[in-house]
């Protein structure tokens, strides 16, 4: 995935973890309207600041890749916990963590903090960079 169409998208209106998954909703037979929809609210940290919507959107793709379907699929759930260890440990190679306000070094859910990530252009050049990341990992993953 190209950085200047993450920020296309970014400029669009769409968070991290929609551009990661809709990048891959045709693979499960989403419509890339159906995949913003179900990622919407994971954005900016699930927008508190907590697992970077990147990530988030990436676990998505790892469970409709790998997941299991219920209760009784054990060998999918343990391939399932196989392949998000193994995103995490390559996440991790890059970025020591998996947090949008420590990714950022700043709280969007702070009026003022937000104010300065927009200033310095972070959400146009590291959060796109991180996505750009997420989506290199998945796509070494799946091949």
């Known amino acids: 995935m190209d950085k200047e169409f993450v920020k296309d998208r970014f400029l669009r209106g769409q968070d991290c973890s929609q551009v990661v998954f809709s990048n891959y909703a045709a693979r499960y037979g989403l419509t890339e309207e159906q995949a913003n929809k179900l990622t919407a609210s994971f954005g900016g940290g699930s927008g508190i600041g907590e697992t970077c919507g990147a990530v988030v959107g990436a676990m998505m793709v790892i469970g409709m ?42 709280d969007l859910t702070d009026p003022e903090q937000l104010k300065i ?9 590291l959060c ?7 989506a290199d990992i998945l796509d070494e993953m799946l091949g």
């Open 128 to 134: 796109p960079m991180l996505v750009t990341d997420a």
């Open 117 to 125: 990530v927009l200033e310095k252009g972070l959400m146009l050049d």
């Open 65 to 106: 890749e790998y997941g299991h379907k219920g209760p009784d699929d054990p060998e999918n759930r343990q391939m399932l916990m196989a392949k998000r260890a193994e995103f995490f440990s390559k996440w991790k190679e890059r970025h020591q963590t998996c947090m949008c306000r420590e990714l950022l070094g700043y």
